[in-house]
């Protein structure tokens, strides 16, 4: 799902069905499927939103349920050796950005685009 906050365009939010609190905690077949989707979708923010980088952090300190953040970082980052948690204009924007309903659904439809792509190419 695409983020709330998309100070950083294609910000997404990859959540597990399960509700656990640490990676080790599933099964090992379900970790594994977990993992390759996770970078099904990771590859698919890539290709849909085309940074220069892609970030990915599982953090779980302050939501107990195993989830990824897929940062796509651009050339015009204000920090771009430092995570997006060192970002004053990140961590002080509104936690829902203000996007247009149009840019929104371009994003998402992007998005939809690229991982039918990546489901396709599997």
Known sequence: ML???QIYRGYTLFVARRCVGELHLLPAQERAQFLADM???AEAVFHAFRPRK???EMLGNS?????WHLIPRYADDPK????IWSNAAFLDA???T??????LRAMRDALRAALGGA????
Not at 63 to 67: C, I, R, S, Y
Not at 98 to 103: H, M
Request: proline content about 13%.
């Open 54 to 56: 892609l970030n990915y």
């Open 98 to 103: 203000a996007l247009a309903e149009s840019d």
């Open 3 to 5: 983020a709330d906050n």
């Open 80 to 83: 771009p050796e430092w995570p």
């Open 39 to 41: 970078a099904t979708v």
């Open 63 to 67: 939501v107990p349920h195993l989830h």
């Open 119 to 122: 489901s396709r190419a599997r």
């Open 94 to 96: 509104p936690r829902k």
